[in-house]
């Protein structure tokens, strides 16, 4: 699953642009935004990010808004002061930053800023698909490690903690317990947040509870067995959603 984000302030772009992508061959996990401050607003990290430079936000100088939820703030950042400002956090990952513009004389910001690519408006489709093959194959290629591992505040120290060694995630008040394969990790956080997260290999099928696909053992309308034999209650309300999660999974899984 490739998690996509679209910055761009141009409802008409935004749209479009969303769309192109759900032509790819590829199954993608998409979300728009209008302005620099509702990308960051929404805390969330994406393997690829269509950004528009001369992101201003939305007409009139209002505060942008993420697409989905709402977000944002009233900066006016554009899209070079985006990326400059992604480059310096500490993210788990880095998305590949591909800026849209109308314009050629960026090219020297966009390197400092080491942009995968420039897509010139109006847009190309044939260029678009070949540059979204490239950015596929690129993240592809990227360690597994690097491309799936949670990071968390632990004893105020950042620990990376790779997806493929939790079974699932429990919540417990204001607490997050991994169970892991060489035992639990317990730190501060919030399930929904962690959800987002691990978007694509876990799956919420409780309240209390996200389970690693990869190791689901079996599971019926009440509860999930996983590969260590822990068996876990499964909400009415989430079995539907968690089954398709599975079967996708399944699906985009190598043999």
Not at 19 to 35: G, K, W
Not at 52 to 72: R, S
Not at 109 to 129: C, G, N, S, T
Request: charged share 25%.
């Amino acid at each position: 699953m490739i998690r996509v984000a679209i910055c761009e302030d141009e409802p008409n772009i935004r749209s479009y642009l969303t769309a192109l992508v759900r032509r790819q061959e590829a199954a993608c996990e998409i979300a728009a935004y209008d302005s620099a401050d509702a990308y960051l607003a929404a805390g969330k990290e994406y393997d690829l990010l269509f950004l528009d430079i001369e992101l201003v936000g939305p007409a009139g100088g209002a505060a942008g808004n993420a697409a989905a939820d709402g977000c944002g703030t009233s900066s006016p950042m554009d899209g070079i002061a985006l990326a400059r400002k992604l480059r310096g956090m500490d993210l788990s990952r880095q998305p590949l930053i591909v800026f849209v513009t109308g314009h050629d004389d960026y090219i020297y910001e966009a390197f400092d800023v080491e942009a995968f690519q420039y897509l010139m408006k109006p847009i190309d489709e044939k260029r678009f698909a070949e540059l979204f093959r490239r950015a596929r194959e690129r993240i592809a290629a990227e360690p597994e490690q690097q491309r799936k591992s949670l990071v968390i505040q632990l004893a105020g120290v950042r620990k990376v903690v790779p997806w493929d060694s939790i079974y699932y995630a429990e919540s417990q008040g204001h607490k997050i317990l991994l169970h892991r394969k060489d035992g639990i990790l317990e730190y501060y956080g919030r399930i929904s947040e962690l959800e987002q997260s691990l978007a694509g290999q876990f799956s919420r099928i409780h309240k209390g509870y996200l389970v690693n696909l990869s190791y689901v053992e079996e599971y019926d309308h009440v509860s999930v067995t996983l590969e260590n034999g822990d068996r876990l209650v499964i909400s009415k309300y989430k079995y539907d959603d968690f089954a398709k999660a599975h079967l996708r999974f399944l699906q985009q899984s190598p043999l």
